[in-house]
């Protein structure tokens, strides 16, 4: 089974950054695809960015800029950087991974392309 955990989430003012991390198993990062993704009550969750085994990066154009998706391959830890938090940024934000190839796109931001995916960590931003 493989198994993906957030943590970083948390409660923070308009304007401030959290940093989001999630690990999973070696391979995903040696031979996978991994992205991040948030949803907000009532919403259809959304891709944020993601980033594969070469470390190509993917970024939604309304967040980049203030999202940057990273790896550490050596501690097996995958990374969200939030800068200038914004009260609609709130949402549970979820790492993601797939094993399977993924063409480099925008299907790389597409929830159904990702089999695993962890319990999601809590963003709240307040005004």
């Known amino acids: 089974q493989v198994r993906l955990v957030e943590s970083g989430g948390g409660s923070v003012q308009a304007g401030g950054s959290l940093r989001l991390a999630c690990t999973a198993p070696?391979?995903?990062?040696?031979?996978?695809?991994m992205g991040w993704f948030r949803q907000a009550p009532g919403k259809e969750r959304e891709g944020v960015t993601a980033i594969d085994y070469y470390g190509r990066t993917k970024y939604d154009v309304s967040m980049q800029g203030r999202f940057t998706i990273s790896k550490d391959d050596a501690n097996d830890i995958l990374y969200l950087q939030i800068n200038s938090l914004q009260p609609e940024d709130t949402s549970m934000y979820y790492c993601?991974?797939?094993?399977?190839?993924?063409?480099?796109?925008?299907?790389?931001?597409?929830?159904?392309?990702?089999?695993?995916w962890g319990q999601g960590t809590q963003v709240t931003v307040s005004s």
């Open positions: 070696t391979y995903m990062f040696t031979h996978g695809y």
């Open positions: 993601a991974a797939s094993p399977n190839w993924i063409p480099y796109g925008p299907g790389r931001l597409l929830p159904d392309n990702y089999q695993h």
